[in-house]
């Protein structure tokens, strides 16, 4: 493929792999190679790979799509795979920006490979117009309480360990720390006793509105309403300074949205709040299951529509969705979600729940100016 590119380190190559058309073919290929990084990253970090994508949505993922350009680089030294990086392209909107990501083999560190595939990565996101690149790093909760001096977030809400190799990489190369987000873990099935009583409290602020719920495939008379409120999302969620775009959403995105996970051998579950009097969808929240990941279950997007707040639907959507869990995936036993430090209110929700802080997740800009 292009952008091969051999550097300053004596013997290292950084190319862009082929991201398999075909699952049955993966097992032979660079792909293959990316992926093994990938879960040898996790296992190092967390002991387990409950976060970690399966091989099957990995693939469909860096496929990319219409919304966005996605592309999956190795290192190689002297021929033997040393690291990797990813870059994603937004296509749709935040045309400007470009997520970029670098993993370097334990073994390989400190001799400037992660630098070189950084470099790469910028340059490609330059060469196609992009002037802010975004990076994301999670890391396990333990590396905070060690009572390692912090990086606050330019967000005014925690920080990160200034010390870890991941802080020290980023400050290096001119990004900074724009937002912190909080991991959180909780055991299921959630006591009954407890949903019943948050239900009961949120019930009587929730007069006018239902809730509905469906599996992997939105009900065609809801999926422009549906996608509108998704549109939401990208917008009517903290962002600190990121500065992003808001998406456009509308059905036939939200179509391949689920097309896609359902391909890649991930189920969801979607609970709705809806206003009784205007029909209209007020609130959502999504939770997503993979076969290969049984005892795991994620928590993906909760919203309510600015205009509905204030009406508990929140606690609402997510009860019900979670008392669906153990009728569609009766071997999990985790709920795992992903808020921003200063999103007070889906923070006090979740610990309402019974969610517990497993991790912490920097999210890191560069400008171009
Ligand atoms: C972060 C990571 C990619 C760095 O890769 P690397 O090849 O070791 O980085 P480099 O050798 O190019 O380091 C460049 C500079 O970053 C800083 N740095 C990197 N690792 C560091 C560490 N462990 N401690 C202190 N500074 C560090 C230093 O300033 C270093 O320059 P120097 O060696 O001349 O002092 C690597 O540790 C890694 O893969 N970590 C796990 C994944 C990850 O955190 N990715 C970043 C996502 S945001």
């Not at 952008?3 to 300053?8: G, L, Q, T, V, Y």
């Not at 970090?45 to 091989?55: E, F, I, M």
């Not at 099957?56 to 040393?82: I, K, M, T």
């Not at 992997?216 to 996608?227: K, R």
């Amino acid at each position: 493929m292009s952008s091969s590119n051999f550097s300053a380190v004596a013997g290292l190559s950084v190319e862009r792999i082929q991201v398999p058309k075909d699952p049955d073919a993966i097992m032979a290929t660079d792909f293959r190679a990316f992926h093994d990084l990938d879960v040898a990253h996790h296992l190092d970090l967390w002991g387990n790979l409950d976060r970690c994508s399966t091989l099957a949505e990995a693939v469909l993922f860096w496929q990319g799509n219409e919304y966005e350009e996605r592309h999956v680089f190795l290192a190689r030294l002297d021929g033997s795979v040393v690291g990797s990086g990813t870059l994603t392209l937004p296509l749709s909107e935040n045309t400007t920006t470009a997520g970029v990501d670098v993993r370097v083999d334990a073994a390989y560190r400190r001799r400037g490979i992660g630098t070189k595939i950084l470099e790469v990565l910028e340059q490609q996101a330059r060469g196609r117009n992009r002037v802010s690149f975004d990076a994301f790093c999670s890391e396990p909760l333990g590396l905070l309480i060690q009572g390692s001096e912090l990086l606050e977030a330019k967000s005014g809400a925690g920080g990160v360990p200034l010390d870890s190799a991941s802080t020290r990489f980023a400050l290096h190369h001119g990004y900074s720390l724009e937002q912190v987000e909080t991991n959180s873990t909780l055991a299921v099935p959630v006591g009954e006793a407890l949903l019943q009583e948050l239900e009961a409290q949120a019930t009587q602020r929730a007069a006018g509105y239902g809730v509905i719920g469906w599996r992997n495939h939105c009900p065609d008379d809801l999926v422009e309403a549906f996608a509108k409120l998704k549109s939401l999302m990208s917008t009517e969620v903290p962002i600190a300074g990121l500065g992003w775009e808001g998406e456009e959403w509308d059905a036939t995105r939200v179509r391949h949205e689920e097309s896609t996970w359902l391909a890649g051998g991930v189920s969801s579950s979607v609970a709705v709040a809806r206003h009784d009097s205007t029909g209209e969808l007020a609130a959502y929240t999504t939770l997503t299951h993979r076969e290969a990941t049984p005892g795991m279950v994620y928590q993906e997007d909760t919203l309510v529509a600015p205009r509905h707040r204030g009406h508990r639907l929140g606690m609402l959507v997510k009860i019900a969705n979670l008392r669906r869990i153990q009728e569609l995936w009766p071997a999990a036993t985790s709920v795992m979600t992903w808020n921003a430090n200063e999103n007070q209110h889906m923070l006090a929700i979740n610990i309402a729940l019974g969610f517990k802080p497993s991790g912490f997740d920097g999210e890191w800009q560069k400008r171009l100016e």
